[in-house]
């Protein structure tokens, strides 16, 4: 939850935040969970310095793929619409395409804690409880996020509603010991909304932060919330991640080309792929914008450069650029404009490649190659609220 919706936040969120101290007794009945990687040897930044990866949960080497219902249900949610969500998880085959995390969001829990002090699901929506809901996740393959609690989860998002005045690296950073004393490596989501520039602190407590506050699903709120997050992109690594809030692809509110800017620039920007539609009835358009294979590989590239805008033409027209594993290099050409094509450059030196360096260049959305090769420069025509994005690879001269 954002900001500016503070006032609805129920009361139960209140709760959470001012019982952080007792969160470490809450996490310590979580079960035992599936085998992690470990977190790989720091490489170096783009122009020098490390990529230190400062919360060593071995968790979020790139970045967190998934399902959160808040865009789409926010509190109509209930068990049922869980389990469905898994299921159809895996029979979409957007499981296999890497969305692994099933978050709830807000409304899951009670709001009243039981005898002992822990927090519990919502008999009436929840009435097998999340354990039990836990183990069906798991059974399908999935991991189990939640927005707070005990019982098998794999995933935290811990918001910042009701602020009781205690500095907000004083209570994510609580939460976040507590969660290592668990003995069970859990990602950690903060949703800060972008307060006292958490990409600086970040790092030290939590896999992913929010740099912005909600997303919401029209043209101008996507790019309004890139724009804020790409502000910090040099503090995004492997481990954590700036976020710029949920994907809203599938919820209607954008054309099919716009939906494909959304996931594209998400993408380059590594930011996380946490889908926000109901994926029960995903479309055929929406299901081929989530489970593009090339799209992903960009955002799961194992050198976790987060991309960025490096260069403008006037007021519509930008190149966005990212460096990749084996000397590649993503670059998106997008035209804000909704009323004509245009035509958009990648320069070398814009895009951070050597003079005279030739490139093959990889149409991701087309899943082609272009042809011919490139030295210098790519030019592209992009219509209207839409992108192309490529993957430029060196090849001999």
Sequence with gaps: MAPEIQSLCPSLTAVLLLGACLAAAAVAALGAGDDYARARAPGPL???????????????????????????FQCGINEAVVRSTADALVATGLAKAGYTYVNLDDCWADYQRNKEGYMVANPKTFPSGIKALADYVHSKGLKLGIYS??????YLKYDNCYRDGTPETVRFGRMSRALKSSGRPIFYSLCEWGYMEVPKWGGRYG????????????????????DRNDAFARYAKPGGWNDPDMLEVGNGGMAYNEYVVHFSLWAIAKAPLVIGCDVTRVSKETLGILSNAEVIAINQDRMGVQGNKVKKYGNDLEVWAGQLSRHRMAVLLLNR?????????????DVGIRRGVTVEARDIWKH???????????TAVVGPHSCKLFVLTPVPR
């Design 337 to 349: 404009g909704a009323t004509r094509s245009a035509s958009i450059t990648a320069a070398w030196p």
């Design 207 to 226: 896999n992913s932060w929010r740099t912005t506050g909600d997303i919401n699903d029209t043209w101008s709120g996507m790019l309004d919330n890139i």
């Design 368 to 378: 082609g190659t272009l042809p011919g090769r490139f030295t210098g420069s790519l």
């Design 46 to 72: 783009p122009g020098g310095g490390a990529r230190r990866v400062l919360l060593a949960n071995g968790l979020g080497l790139t970045p967190q793929m998934g399902w959160n219902s808040w865009n789409h």
């Design 149 to 154: 609690s005990a019982g098998g989860v794999d």
